[in-house]
């Protein structure tokens, strides 16, 4: 496990300003995202503000806003880095 300064709550933080921001440039309002996305625009101003929603909400508001393509990437796995010199080599 590596060391990091960020937190989990951070995270939350920088993705509910993500869909503030992309809700913005798109000039949408809390409720025409509500309409947009089925999550209540009630649900999307607490998100907003505390970073709090269920996965299922924050999805259908990011493919709302965004490509869900993106979010399903960090799923993928991680590309594995060379262990020694040989491998390097041999990959060639």
């Known amino acids: 496990m590596r060391l990091t300064l960020l ?10 300003s993500a869909i503030r921001r992309r809700r913005r440039e798109l000039k949408l309002s809390r409720d025409a ?3 947009r996305s089925g999550v209540p625009a009630p649900t999307i101003k607490r ?28 799923a ?7 262990g020694s010199i040989e491998e390097v080599l041999r990959d060639d």
Not at 7 to 16: F, G
Not at 47 to 67: A, H, K, Y
């Open 7 to 16: 937190t989990a709550s951070d995270v939350q933080h920088d993705l509910a």
């Open 33 to 35: 995202l509500a309409e």
């Open 47 to 74: 998100f907003e503000t505390t970073g709090q929603i269920s996965l299922r909400q924050f999805l259908l508001l990011w493919q709302s806003v965004d490509r869900l393509e993106r979010v399903a990437e960090l």
């Open 76 to 82: 993928a796995p991680a590309p594995t880095m060379p």
